[in-house]
Every structure is written in structure tokens, then in C-alpha cells.
């Protein structure tokens, strides 16, 4: 009979970073969980790295036949999840981030006395391609409720993704389980705002998540048309969602909709992929589909300067100043 309460999630895909996602797992202080591996129709061939897998922790191991992902990443997600069995906890990794050695070994600290948190984060670090830290995204406060996480969303006073949290599987059924968007973009704003409901965000201190900023996936992406135009729909989508979540569980939002804007017009305006004409339309449009035609005007002016902005730093990365 099984006594950990915690089920590692991995919906695999690219075998690039694989091998370094694995080992950063079974290197884990604490190895009080199972991992759970969902092959989503791969061309890669995994297994020596699942072989390796079985022979140091509790691993679980599933190859579909159908690349879902690539149509719907969010029913991929779903259906890796489908594959825990008792766990209590499930953390949704990925197969090209790590975690620092000590993160089970913290969270299995953190929950024997913290025992109605639901939903629990741990503070990022991004690298490159070589491992290389590029970033340092500002720490959360240990606590976030869900207007506050919001908040600091929309104003990016705070860096997000998928990878650094981990849900209590209770909770996650109770809020009907990720939210779905097209790419999954915006899919882990909305799911931790669900869950948030229930006690909020705590961050555990004393251990980091490295998220891997790389060509291969797609928040990097920004000079592909098509999937810049599937993540701004997504962003917008995720607006709208926002706006019914606040009124449906009585919240109050504390953003303004130029805050929501502004937020809006960051994948706008980084790519190298539309036309000023085409990234016009496109603002106006979504200004339509938000109900934010009257702020035509003020719109305009603040894409514009965020464009000039954008130049500015481009003109100076080239040259090198």
C-alpha cells in the first residue's frame, strides 16, 4: 500500500530536455511520491530515460496513440492527469523544466502543518538552453488571494506559468480541472484562480523551480503568425473568462481596463510576425469583443508607445549599446 500523498505529472512530448527534467526528479531529497509519464505520441524514443526511471523512483509510464497535444494541449493535460491513482496532491510538471533538489522534501514539510492549503507555489528561476539562469522573476509573497493574483497578473508585477505549483487533487476535481484555452495559453492563470478560491496561493520558501525559456516551446514563439494570433485570441478569451469568474464568486476586480490593455497588448506588440495594419485591426477588434471600443483612442496611443519602446530596445540590442 502506497503512503505518499504526492503524484508527479509529466505530459511528455520532446525529448530535448527530458533526460535533465528526469534526473532533476530522481535526485529529489524526498522520493515519498509517484511520477506519472504520459506520452503524447512522441517520434522520440524515451525509452532508455523511462527505463532509467524505473529502476530509481516510482514511475508509471503511458504512451497514447494519439498526439492530442498538438490539437489540444489542455485534454493532454487532462487526460496525464486521468493517469494518478490515490495521491492526494498532484504537481503538473513538464519534460524540459527542473526542480531544485529539495522541493518534495519542502512540500511534505510544508503541508504537515499547513494542512487546509490547497494550492501551493514555489518561486521561479528562468534559464536558457544551457542551463544558464537569464532571469530572476520577482518572489511571490508567501500569500496571494485570488484577487490579488489577479491583480498582479494583469499588471505583470509578477511572473506565472504551470510548472512551480502544486494542487490538492480534491479541490482541482471540485473546480472542474484546468480551464481551457486554445494552446493552454492562459489555461494556468484561470485554473489557479479556480483553485485559489480555497484558501489562496502560499509559496514555499527555500526551493526554486527552473523554468526553461527555449525555441521549443510556445511562449517563446513570437514570430509564427499563426500562433500569435491563437495566443492573443486565447489572452482575449481568458479577459472575458476573467470578468464572468469575478462576477460569478462575488469578487471584486481591482484591475482597470486600461491595466487589462496594456496586459492585452504585450503579445501584440512582441512579435515580429504582424504588420503595424495587421496589429491595428486586430486591437480594434478585440477592443470589440471586450466592449472596450470607447477606449479606441487611448489604446492607440499606448500601443504606439509601447512599439516605440520595443524599438528602442531592439535598435539598442543591435548596436550594442
Known sequence: MKTHQLAIVIPAYKITFFRQSIESIVNQTCKNFTLYIGDDASPDDFSEIINYCKNEINTVYKRFEENLGRRNLVSHWNRCI????????????????????????????????????????????IINENNTRIFKPKNFKSHYSTIEYFENIIKSSIYSCAVEYIFKKEVFVKVSGFEPFDLAWTTDNATWMKLSLYGGITT???????????????????????????????????????????????????????????????????????????????IINDLKKLNLASLKLKTMIIWLLEEFKRNIKLITYYKGY
Do not use: P
Open 82 to 125: 486521468n493517469m494518478v491513482q490515490d495521491e492526494q496532491w498532484i504537481w503538473l510538471f513538464s519534460d524540459d523544466d527542473i526542480m531544485e533538489c529539495n522541493c518534495v522534501e519542502l512540500f511534505y514539510k510544508h503541508i504537515l502543518i499547513n494542512v487546509n492549503d490547497a494550492l501551493l507555489h514555489f518561486n521561479l528561476k
Open 204 to 282: 514555499i520558501e527555500g526551493a526554486s523551480v527552473k523554468w526553461r525559456l527555449s525555441t521549443l516551446n510556445i511562449s517563446s514563439i513570437s514570430n509564427d503568425k499563426n500562433i500569435v494570433l491563437r495566443k492573443i485570441n486565447a489572452s482575449v478569451n481568458y479577459l472575458q473568462w476573467a470578468k464572468q469568474f469575478f462576477v460569478s464568486n462575488n469578487l471584486t476586480d481591482v484591475t482597470s481596463e486600461f491595466d487589462k490593455i496594456h496586459w492585452l497588448l504585450t503579445t501584440v506588440v512582441y512579435t515580429s510576425s504582424l504588420s503595424y495594419s495587421e496589429k491595428y485591426w486586430i
